[in-house]
């Protein structure tokens, strides 16, 4: 796939997926097999973010087929979880936004998905709308935004 990325889920707060020790059986042998760095592939994508009423609208594209088919096979499995968006720039998490506050939605489009986070209790929306206008103008700055849903990346812009 062109259009992804490759990320390691530890370096991401993976809870459990970083890489594994050996631990030591009854006899001294392997329990179990190092593992390598917990390295997936994220569909690269365009993130467009915007207030709405009662929250934000973050809409993910892209114009490679398999990234698509990726990202809504992502959503779909992990569809009613946490939502939230990391903001990266040189490898680094610069800050991190979770929408626990709201209500996310996930809504296959024909190229990417849309993500609506929102909320009927006026404070709660004003978060929203403040993680929307921290995650904007940390975009135009020059970061990169990776879209998560249960603290696994679903799309990363590019």
């Known amino acids: ?3 992804a990325m490759m990320m390691d889920r530890a370096g991401m ?3 459990g997926m970083g890489t594994q020790g050996m631990g030591m059986g009854t006899m001294g042998a392997p329990t179990t097999m190092p593992g390598g760095p917990g390295m997936m592939m994220v569909p690269r994508c365009t993130i467009k973010m ?3 009423t009662g929250g934000m609208k973050m809409t993910c594209t892209s114009d490679d087929k398999m990234s698509v ?7 779909t499995m992990l569809a009613g979880g946490m939502c939230g968006c ?4 040189n490898g680094m998490m610069v800050c991190g936004c979770n929408l626990m506050m709201g209500m996310c939605k996930c809504e296959m489009t ?3 998905v849309t993500m609506t986070c929102t909320s009927g209790d006026a404070n709660c929306s004003a978060m929203i709308q ?3 206008d921290c995650m904007t103008s940390m975009m135009k700055a020059g970061c ?3 879209m998560m849903m249960n603290n696994m990346p679903v799309c990363c812009s590019c």
């Open 1 to 3: 796939m062109a259009n």
């Open 13 to 15: 707060g993976m809870a």
């Open 50 to 52: 915007e207030k709405c």
């Open 69 to 75: 088919g990726m990202m809504q096979n992502l959503c």
């Open 86 to 89: 990391c903001m990266m720039m």
């Open 110 to 112: 024909e190229d990417g």
């Open 130 to 132: 403040a993680c929307c």
């Open 144 to 146: 990169t935004c990776c």
